[in-house]
């Protein structure tokens, strides 16, 4: 149940959210978030996009304080122009996940995410199923695995990703790696304890705002740690995955119907 008046600070997720299906977001949107932001309202963009997608992301949500990037293990202060949380995982951490994983599941296409300045390569097994323009530099998993990563990308050659994310719940220990997934054909494997709610934590202890008065908005399981860490609403796009929608305090309009702007427009008028 939403809480009564405003709350103090909103995090929406953007692709498949925020972001409509053809990678635009509406003028519409961008008006209504900045009516958000002149309510005095903090704005903070959820996502799972690396360090490397920065000016993309500022692109999509221009009037963001703050920018919970790659799951959330990447916190960076617009204001400031300095990250507050920089999590990396190590190489040999990783490769037990992977090992575990494989034990299971079978053999893994991987891609690895190094680097953060904007517009680095991936490293890895380019894969045809990735739908978002990418330069994947080839590399061996060995050598992928040499140094820490801030995430890694699997896929199954013939389970499909929820069923690949189920495995991974089951064996992989939560002080090991976080994994999740966020719409794509690939489990995201991050760094221990990583997710959007503790990333989310970290803006909301430097701002001073409490999670009874953050609302949030999300379509995928990597959406799960902030709806339960939220606690002013929780609200999911009508495309969202079946996981968010049984524990949404609502369900607005999909992306493509600017079903965020839509929600806050109402709520900024009631």
């Known amino acids: 149940m939403l809480k009564p008046g405003l709350p103090k600070l909103i995090a929406t997720d953007l692709d498949g959210t925020l972001v409509r299906s053809d990678d635009t977001v509406s003028a519409y949107t961008h008006s209504v978030l900045d009516r958000v932001r002149a309510a005095g309202i903090r704005i903070v963009a959820a996502t799972g996009r690396g360090p490397r997608l920065t000016s993309l992301t500022r692109n999509d949500i221009r009037v963001a304080d703050y920018l919970v990037l790659a799951q959330g ?158 606690g002013w609403g929780r609200i999911a796009v009508a495309n969202a995955h079946p996981e968010l929608l049984a524990v949404a305090d609502e369900v607005t309009l999909t992306n493509d119907e600017d079903g965020v702007a839509v929600f806050l427009d109402r709520l900024l008028s009631r």
Request: hydrophobic fraction near 45%.
């Open 73 to 230: 293990g990447w916190v960076l202060d617009q204001a400031e122009s300095r990250y507050l949380r920089q999590a990396r995982l190590s190489g040999w951490a990783l490769a037990d996940v992977l090992a575990r994983l494989e034990s299971v599941a079978g053999p893994l296409s991987v891609m690895f995410e190094a680097l953060e300045h904007d517009d680095s390569p991936l490293w890895g097994d380019f894969d045809p199923t990735w739908r978002y323009p990418v330069t994947v530099e080839a590399r061996t998993r060995a050598e992928c695995l040499e140094g820490d990563v801030i995430k890694a990308f699997a896929r199954s050659l013939e389970l499909d990703v929820d069923a690949l994310l189920a495995i991974a719940r089951r064996i992989i220990p939560s002080d090991m790696a976080t994994v999740t997934q966020a719409g794509l054909d690939y489990v995201e494997i991050c760094p221990a304890h990583v997710d959007k709610g503790t990333g989310l934590a970290v803006v909301a202890e430097t701002v001073g705002v409490d999670p009874a008065d953050v609302l949030v908005f999300g379509d995928m399981p990597n959406d799960l740690p902030m709806f339960d860490w939220a």
